[in-house]
């Protein structure tokens, strides 16, 4: 069996007295495509926000390629796992002032520092990957709900996580 690329083992996470995350241990290989499935306040985005170093872990372990999550201290630490993991969070957090093609294109250039032109080009494709080509010019408040979260999905995607 290969070495998983994601590990959860036996992890705990709770908000004040309440315990939301009860020794939860998970697998996942390169290439696996996983459910999280479960009621409103199951802990299902507490798993992902832990995976990806937004929110602490009380006890267990974590890793993720090479990253052992759960002993990265420092925003500094985390930096190189974030350019790794990538969700797409339920409010999409886009930049209402920049066009769908702006907002796919801003962290591949300024977080990875990548070439402008590289980067606008995988833009158009990602749009069009999510069949949002004639959308690029739109703002956030010009496409529909279904529409925003697909510019949050190639996004999300232009980091290649």
Known sequence: MTTPLISLYDVHKSFGETEVLK???????QGDVVCIIG????????????INALVTINSGSIRVGEFQVHQLRTEREKIPLRR???MVFQQYNLFPHRTALENVMMAPIHVLKQDPQEVKERAYGLLAKVRLQGK???YPGELSGGQQQRV???????MKP
Not at 39 to 50: A, D, M, N
């Open 84 to 86: 790794m993991v990538s």
């Open 136 to 138: 690029e010019k739109n």
């Open 39 to 50: 009621p409103s306040g199951s802990g299902k985005s507490t798993i992902l926000r832990c």
């Open 152 to 158: 949050a999905i190639a996004r999300s995607l232009a």
């Open 23 to 29: 020794g939860i241990s998970l697998d996942v290989g």
